[in-house]
């Protein structure tokens, strides 16, 4: 196979160096406390992908995903903006749309990057479409809440209008719910998997992925729901054997009585332990549990370690100096 060296001259092509999959949050690329305008976004990428390029300098195989919840939420308040002027597009669509724009604009800052080091391993994106069960019973029970929040009136009004389904968040805060489904597979796996191995940085699985499934016709079809994208990454990382699982989100370690005066930081623990503190609820539902329920999956699926850090902490975390690492019993 094709070999590639930096300029230290280094191989960094290799079917036998260790796989990495890399969970960007969204917030990575667009933290609440800023508009989220394309320039802030960029810079933001370009940021978050300094400690990346690490991963490229240890001559990691490389496979990326990334939340999109700031970038459809915009989706979402554009469609619902303009509805009266011009047709609103599907949720699954504006998925599509993001994993596009996020895509792209991680893909150019890591071909920059990568021009630096004059190597010229390439990066791609795929549109990811992930398969779930139509018989899910969470299609029956949207509790995912999206968009703007609407009085009881223009929430109904819009419902009838668009066929949503409808609920009461908080007191007098009504929103637009859609369904969560399982991801059971993630259509081109094999192909993500091919690239990964070859050398090639793929990003795929972003926003958590299309949920999609085969109706009884063989035919594929979208539909409007949001799959959760710790979930997503847990299942790529066993599709593509991936020995190692970054998950950058907003804190620099996990820990124990979170916000309390007993907090308690974990710096490496084991499965057996984790699954102890999930179940006494040291991990909330709305936040860590996701990530926690993640990083236990691809353990018991082929992962060797998983490292839960901040984007600014990431450095230190490969070295084994920073973060939180579990790791098998």
Known sequence: MHDSTNK?????????????????????????????????????TRESLKAVMHFVDLR?????????????????????????????????VLVANTQGAIGYMIQQSLQNALYKRDSDREVV????????????????????????????????????????D?????????????????PLYIFNGKSIKHLVDFGTIVIAGGGGGIPSYNRKDGVLEGID?????????????RIIRADEYFIITDVDNIYLNYNTENEQKIDIATVSQIEEWLKQGHFGIGSMEPKIKSALYFLKHHGKKVVITSIKRLEKAIEGQAGTQIIKD
Not at 19 to 28: F, K, R
Not at 137 to 160: C, E, F, R, V
Request: hydrophobic share 35%; proline share 6%.
């Open 8 to 44: 230290k001259g280094l191989n960094i092509m290799s079917r036998q160096n260790p796989t990495v999959i890399i969970a960007l949050g969204g917030n990575a690329l667009s933290p609440k406390s800023e508009a989220g305008t394309i320039n802030q976004q960029f810079k933001h």
């Open 225 to 237: 729901g949001v799959v959760d994208k710790d979930k997503t990454a847990a299942l790529l990382g």
């Open 60 to 92: 990691y195989n490389i496979c990326i995903t990334h939340g999109n919840g700031p970038q459809v939420g915009a989706e979402l308040s554009k469609n619902e903006i303009a509805m009266d002027i011009i047709p609103p597009l599907p949720l699954n």
């Open 166 to 182: 409808i609920l009461e968040q908080e007191k007098n805060q009504w929103r637009r719910v859609v369904p969560s489904p399982n």
């Open 125 to 164: 994106t795929f549109i990811s479409q992930m398969k779930i069960n139509n018989n899910d019973q969470a299609l029956k029970n949207p509790t995912k809440y999206i968009g703007k929040i609407y009085s009881k009136q223009k929430a109904y009004k819009l419902s009838k209008k668009y066929g949503w």
